[in-house]
């Protein structure tokens, strides 16, 4: 045998045990955080620059009716009124982004998460929205309807 005491054998041992159990720990405690951490942070993600989309045909869009769409990473709800024009607003409410409708019945945009109320030109007239939707220019180009951003100039 070698020179080594029954002691130190144990030694050696429970050494080498207490490594193994410790790294274990260690690691498995690193597969728990780096999950939620990496459910809590985030991925940086590129802002999409998109200036206008392309909707359709106008004679695919009924009068007194509405859509919402994608404009890059925003809803956007477009309207086509009764007197057959156009508006196009940001679908989320001001108060806490919740998605909008439109009620055909009072030409009006409705958040149902607080009842707020906004008119057909997008100005908050009743409830909890702090400010007016956004308004998007939409244009008629050979019968298609076209969505872009308001110029700010």
């Not at 999950?35 to 045909?57: C, H, M, S």
């Not at 806490?96 to 007239?125: M, P, R, S």
């Amino acid at each position: 045998m070698s020179n080594l005491t029954k002691t130190e054998i144990k030694k050696e041992r429970r050494f080498f045990l207490n490594t193994i159990l410790k790294t274990g720990l260690v690691a498995w405690v690193a597969s728990v955080i780096y999950p939620i951490a990496r459910f809590l942070v985030p991925p940086k993600t590129a802002e999409l620059n998109v200036n206008n989309i392309d909707l359709g045909l106008v004679a695919e869009f009924p009068k007194n009716s509405s859509k919402i769409v994608r404009f890059g990473r925003k809803p956007i709800i477009v309207i086509r009124k009764e007197s057959g024009d156009f508006k196009a607003l940001e679908a989320t409410c001001t108060h806490l982004d919740c998605n909008v409708q439109f009620k055909k019945e009072t030409e009006q945009i409705w958040c149902a998460c607080h009842n707020g109320l906004y008119d057909i030109e997008g100005k908050n007239i009743s409830g909890p929205p702090p400010k007016p939707l956004a308004q998007f220019k939409v244009d008629i180009l050979r019968e298609k309807i076209i969505v872009s951003k308001m110029d700010l100039s």
